[in-house]
């Protein structure tokens, strides 16, 4: 019962202010950083394709330890994979408590932020409407990743664009991601005043100008290097399930 009263009133019963929803903004806010810079480092991986299909099958297998078990193991990504799910399901449901929970409230902030005009409360609009959309589709990527991290390759990863159609998946999540992941980074900055420095109004000029070249440089290299896998899949005819066979190797390798 006393949690329920703390709950409703955010005061505890000694009547001291609840520290709970405090805790919870922690929480949101380091599962946020964990994925963004996740997801930078996500994008490097991937867009290692634009390097040539030789680099990225070498940082594929490297994610499988390729370097201590002779062919690497698939299942190691599926660990990472489970270990990121974890992070962004955590993210996800402090995220949840943020929505507008009917019709009414959803209104009621839309046209706040309407009358406000104000830049950062319709950024914070953004934040819920991609991490719905993301809470949707970014799970189908990760239980693809999860149950076939074998086909994660310049052959694989190309098949899975072109012939199972993921490309439509990653052009919705690559705004989302992108945008979202920014735009969080540099709300966390503001909410919890990381850089404010003397002069706090002028950080948050510089803060926009650093978020605004984090999505453009992230989204150019995603669409850029979607469009490498999307050419890749076009030009070879790639049957189900084919590896790549790396130029200079007589090894038979997987993936
Ligand atoms: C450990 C977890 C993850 C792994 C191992 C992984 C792996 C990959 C791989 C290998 C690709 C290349 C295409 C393919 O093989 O299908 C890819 C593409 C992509 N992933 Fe992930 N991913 C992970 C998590 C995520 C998350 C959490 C998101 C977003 C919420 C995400 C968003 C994307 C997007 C947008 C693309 C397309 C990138 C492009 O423009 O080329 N991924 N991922």
């Known amino acids: 019962m006393e949690k329920v009263i703390e709950a409703y009133t955010g005061v505890t019963t000694q009547g001291k202010k609840s520290r709970t929803p405090a805790k919870m903004d922690v929480w949101l806010t380091a599962t946020g950083v964990v994925l963004a810079l996740f997801m930078m480092g996500h ?86 409407v991609s ?9 189908i990527h990760l239980f693809i990743m999860f149950t076939q991290p074998q086909n994660i390759g310049p052959f694989g ?17 690559l705004i989302c991601v992108e945008i979202h992941g920014s735009v969080g980074l540099y709300r966390a900055a503001m909410k919890w005043g990381w850089f404010d420095g003397e002069n706090p109004k002028a950080t948050r000029a510089k803060m926009l100008k650093v978020k605004k070249l984090l999505s453009v440089v992230f989204l150019t290299l995603g669409v850029v290097t979607l469009l490498a896998y999307i050419k890749i899949g076009l030009e070879n005819d790639i049957a189900p399930g084919q590896k790549y066979q790396p130029t200079n190797s007589s090894k038979i390798i997987n993936n």
């Open 43 to 128: 994008m490097l991986f991937v867009s290692t394709i634009l390097l040539g299909k030789d680099v990225m099958h070498a940082v594929t297998k490297a994610f499988e330890l390729d370097f201590i078990f002779e062919g690497g193991i698939p299942a190691v990504v599926s660990f990472f994979v489970l270990a990121i799910t974890i992070v962004f399901i955590i993210h996800a449901i402090l995220g949840l408590r943020k929505f507008p929970t009917s019709y009414k409230t959803y209104i009621k902030i839309k046209e706040h932020a309407k009358m406000m005009k104000h830049n950062d409360t319709s950024m914070w609009m953004f934040q819920w």
């Open 131 to 139: 991490g719905l959309i993301m809470m949707f589709a970014a799970m």
């Open 157 to 173: 990863s190309a098949y899975r664009v072109v012939e199972d159609h993921m490309w439509l998946l990653y052009v919705v999540l």
